[in-house]
């Protein structure tokens, strides 16, 4: 877990952390401040990344006002669950990413997890990275948790930045990844090179055999695709 107050500190101009620590501590004194705080966060603190060496194109990029949004839902306390709901559903984006940033910092068990299923059925690969951290992991079933390692091969999320890759994925979910190169082989298409890391932690032998013989297809790009998609297997064994 990140020690946002220290990365704070060094990240925040001193107006917007003097702002931060008056807002947590009205929020302390009454959680209901959130509602008209906390969309007034990025303004207030900062949009940029809480690391300065992260790539602000990286969708698993905490961003400083991640950080603070995190900050003052702590502040709440145990009074925090109550406001997460009207929170999530009225926030933009970058509030709602704050939001499921902070689920594994409060203490609300699995009941943060209509907010995490909701993210996971956007397509805002921001919003679904946000979601996929260390509360997902703890608390989605084994099918739930393999579903949306799917969703994010197929959105284009890298998965080597989910937490608990490649041990939380079981060997249907690397099965169902396998299947799914399969098609993206059979229609042209390439695929992320990090697939490999969760199949071949469980091989689908069936469905790695069916990539290997679309290099003896008729069609072009279906050579070209399984070829690509093998290369990458290779690329990772050596490394491995």
């Known amino acids: 877990m990140k020690d946002l107050s ?3 500190e060094e990240r925040a101009k001193p107006e917007g952390l003097d702002w931060l620590r008056e807002t947590s501590a009205a929020v302390a004194a009454d959680p209901a401040v959130l509602r008209s705080k906390f969309a007034m966060v990025g303004r207030k603190v900062g949009r940029d990344p809480l690391d300065p060496a992260d790539d602000p194109a990286d969708v698993w990029a905490w961003t400083i006002d991640d950080a603070a949004r995190v900050l003052l839902l702590q502040a709440a306390g145990e009074r925090a669950e109550a406001e997460l709901a009207e929170l999530y559903r009225f926030g933009d984006a970058a509030e709602r990413r704050g939001i499921l940033r902070a689920l594994p910092y409060l203490d609300i068990g699995d009941r ?20 996929l951290g260390p509360y997902a992991t703890q608390h989605l079933t084994d099918a739930q948790y393999d579903q949306a390692v799917l969703k994010c091969v197929f959105v284009g999320v890298p998965i080597l930045g989910l937490d608990g890759i490649p041990e939380r994925v079981t060997p249907d979910g690397a099965r169902m990844l396998a299947a799914f190169v399969h098609e993206r082989v059979a229609a042209g ?7 490999w890391t969760v199949i071949d932690r469980y091989p689908a032998q069936e469905h790695i055999a069916a990539i290997e013989a679309e290099l003896q297809s008729p069609f072009e790009d279906r050579r070209a695709a399984a070829e690509r998609a093998l290369s990458y297997r290779n690329v990772q064994e050596h490394q491995a």
């Open 6 to 8: 220290a990365a704070l």
């Open 112 to 131: 943060g997890l209509g907010l995490v299923d909701d993210a996971i059925r956007t397509n805002d690969t921001r919003l679904i990275a946000a979601a």
């Open 189 to 195: 298409r390439d695929l992320p090179p990090e697939v």
